[in-house]
C-alpha cells in the first residue's frame, strides 16, 4: 500500500477535480453512516460535522448518522452491521482495533458499501484519512524535550489504535534525541478521556517522585493529567500533547501545565473521507489509499493566531 503525505489545499484541489469528473449518472449519495469511540470528544464532535457538511454539499438530502462506539469493539460490530442493514452508501470508521474490525469492514464491501477509514487506519478500508501521527508525537515531544532539557517522562496512550502507537513512537523518538530525558512510562490507556488521564496521572505522581514531563496521546488526557498535577499540588511539571482542540487552546492561555500540542483537522478529515468515499462509489478510487495531513505545532507563544477547529 503506497502512501504520501499531503498538505490539505492539495488535497482539496485533488479531490475538487475528481468530483468535477464525475459522470452525469453517478451514483446518488443518500446515507451515510459514521462510527466513532466517543461523541463526548471534542474531536469526534468536529470530524462529524466536518463529513456531514461536506455530505451535505454533495446532496441537501443526505441522511448522516453518527454513532459513539465507546471504545467498545463489540459495540462498533454491531453499528456497522446496523449500517448495512439499514443500507447505507457509505461508512466512515475510526476503528477501535485497525485490524480487528477487518470482518466488519469486509461485509459492508460485500453489501457494496465503500468504507473510509478516519483519524485511524482500519485493515481492508477501501482509503485512509489522518493525520501524520508519527510526525505529530514527534514535534510536540521535541518541544517537551527542549522545555525540559532533562529529566522524567511519563506518556498516556490509547489503547492499540493505530494513531496511538505512531505518536507514542514519534514522541519516543523525539525524546531519544536528549541524553538526560528518562521515559518512566508509555503504556498506560487513558481512553482518551480526562478521568483517563486523570486517574493514570495520579497513579504515576503516586509511584514516582521525580517527573517533569508528560506526553498524552489526546487532550482530553491531558487536561486530566493537569488536574491531577493541580490536586496533588506538584510543581515543575511540564505536558505536551495533540489535537489542537478548543479547550487545549484556552488551556495554553491559561495557569495550567500544559505547554505545547500538536493539532490535527478533524473537519478535513471528515470532509475529505466523504469526498472519497463517493469518489469510490462512483468507481472513482483515491490515487493513494491513505492520505496523511500535517500537523501544526502550537504553543503558548502561538496560541493566539492559531486558527483551530
Known sequence: MSFRTFQAGGVAAAIAIALAAMPACARELRSVGISVGSLGNPYFVALVEGASQAAHKINPDVRVNAVSSEYDLGKQFTEMDNFIAAGVDLILVAADDPKAIAPAIKRAQA??????????????????????????????????????????????????????????????????????????????????TREGGMN?????????????GVYTICEPEALGADLAIRQLKR???????????????????????????????????????????????????????????????????????????
Open 200 to 212: 493514570i496521572m495520579l497513579d504515576h505522581l503516586q509511584r514516582y517522585r521525580d517527573i517533569k
Open 235 to 309: 510543581d515543575g511539571i511540564v505536558i505536551a500533547s495533540t489535537d489542537g482542540s478548543p479547550d487545549a487552546v484556552s488551556a495554553l492561555k491559561g495557569d495550567t501545565d500544559l505547554i505545547a500540542t500538536s493539532s490535527q483537522d478533524p473537519r478535513q478529515e471528515g470532509r475529505i473521507g466523504v469526498e472519497e468515499g463517493y469518489g469510490l462509489m462512483n468507481g472513482k478510487p483515491p490515487e493513494h489509499r491513505i492520505l496523511m495531513l500535517p500537523p501544526q505545532l502550537v504553543t503558548r507563544d502561538n496560541a493566539a493566531q492559531y486558527k483551530g477547529w
Open 111 to 192: 453489501a457494496g458499501i465503500a468504507v473510509v477509514a478516519v483519524d485511524v487506519e482500519a485493515e481492508g478500508a477501501d482509503a485512509t484519512v489522518e493525520t501524520d501521527n508519527t510526525k505529530a508525537g514527534e514535534i510536540a515531544c521535541a518541544y517537551l524535550g527542549d522545555k525540559m532539557g532533562a529529566g522524567n517522562v511519563v506518556i498516556q496512550w490509547a489503547g492499540p489504535l493505530s494513531g496511538s502507537i505512531a505518536r507514542v513512537k514519534g514522541c519516543e523518538k523525539a525524546l531519544g534525541a536528549h541524553a538526560g530525558i528518562k521515559v518512566l512510562s508509555d503504556d498506560q490507556n487513558g481512553n482518551c
